[in-house]
């Protein structure tokens, strides 16, 4: 073979291999904008759950029926009878279980770490803020470090001492995920849900101030802003 063909094909490779990462990258940069949240559609998911949950709790077959659905999305197969149950009840706490079904119905897809932990995705936020992720959907703060918007999850402590800075793996906590913020004459109400409340679904009111920061952080754990949103 000549020395010119062979320029010829190396060139000719070359422009093959750079326009296969162009169209790689293109591909990667599509499936993760279709990845991407859909705020439009959060209140809507919010309203049907809402609707459902009224008047039933977790010791109703119906709310049973729909927790069992929620574990199904980490592969825990538990029978309406199962959860129906007191000693089921007070070991699988299901709020965390119901965010990440939340999370994956409003179209998440793989970017949001399902648990049955909330200090799981807590900490996920944690670690993406610091290493700057951009494909992450929540960073994580602490509370009196970011405003609270529409898409963001707003986090508690369910044991005393626990802080943002000493979370760990499987620390009791919860989160709840806004998705309404309200003016009022001195600041703001977020409206956001939860699961496990008061043993059903409920939205709960989160006080903000003028700057949509929490009006009282030192009662939360960790503010988990919404990089979609």
Same mark, same amino acid.
């Not at 790689?24 to 279709?34: F, G, S, T, Y």
């Not at 010791?59 to 825990?76: C, M, P, S």
């Given at each position: 073979?000549?020395?010119? !063909?062979? @320029?010829? *094909?190396?060139? %000719?490779?070359? *422009?093959? /291999?750079?326009?296969?990462?162009? &169209?790689?990258?293109? $591909?990667?940069?599509?499936?993760?904008?279709?990845?991407? &949240?859909?705020?439009?559609? +959060?209140? #809507?998911?919010?309203?049907?759950?809402?609707?459902?949950?009224?008047?039933?709790?977790?010791?109703?077959?119906?709310?049973?029926?729909?927790?069992? @659905? =929620?574990?199904? +999305?980490?592969?825990?197969?538990?029978?309406?009878?199962?959860?129906?149950?007191?000693?089921?009840?007070?070991?699988?706490?299901?709020?965390?279980? =119901?965010?990440?079904?939340?999370?994956?119905?409003?179209?998440?897809? !793989?970017?949001?770490?399902?648990?049955?932990?909330?200090?799981? =995705? /807590?900490?996920?936020?944690?670690?993406?803020?610091?290493?700057?992720?951009?494909? %992450?959907?929540?960073?994580?703060? %602490?509370?009196?470090?970011?405003?609270?918007? $529409?898409?963001?999850?707003?986090?508690?402590?369910?044991?005393?001492?626990?802080? =943002? #800075?000493? *979370?760990?793996?499987?620390?009791?906590?919860?989160?709840?995920?806004?998705?309404?913020?309200?003016?009022?004459?001195?600041?703001?109400?977020?409206? %956001?849900?939860?699961?496990?409340?008061?043993?059903?679904?409920?939205?709960?009111?989160?006080?903000?101030?003028?700057?949509?920061? +929490?009006?009282?952080?030192?009662?939360?754990?960790?503010?988990?802003?919404? @990089?979609?949103?």
């Amino acid at each position: 073979m000549r020395k010119k !063909d062979k @320029q010829r *094909i190396l060139i %000719a490779t070359g *422009i093959t /291999i750079v326009f296969g990462a162009i &169209v790689l990258a293109v $591909v990667v940069w599509h499936d993760r904008k279709l990845q991407r &949240v859909k705020p439009k559609k +959060l209140k #809507d998911l919010v309203k049907e759950d809402l609707k459902f949950w009224s008047g039933i709790r977790e010791t109703d077959r119906r709310g049973a029926e729909k927790i069992a @659905q =929620y574990w199904k +999305l980490i592969g825990w197969n538990f029978s309406t009878n199962q959860v129906m149950s007191p000693s089921f009840q007070n070991k699988y706490f299901w709020s965390a279980i =119901y965010i990440s079904d939340l999370m994956n119905r409003w179209g998440a897809g !793989d970017r949001f770490q399902y648990s049955s932990s909330h200090a799981d =995705y /807590i900490i996920a936020g944690k670690k993406a803020k610091q290493e700057k992720d951009p494909d %992450a959907i929540f960073w994580s703060y %602490a509370p009196n470090q970011a405003k609270v918007e $529409v898409g963001d999850l707003v986090g508690l402590a369910r044991k005393s001492g626990l802080t =943002y #800075d000493n *979370i760990y793996k499987g620390a009791p906590t919860h989160t709840d995920l806004v998705y309404d913020i309200e003016k009022t004459s001195d600041g703001y109400i977020a409206h %956001a849900v939860g699961g496990n409340v008061s043993n059903t679904v409920k939205s709960t009111k989160i006080h903000l101030d003028s700057s949509k920061r +929490l009006k009282n952080p030192s009662k939360y754990l960790t503010v988990m802003k919404n @990089q979609d949103v």
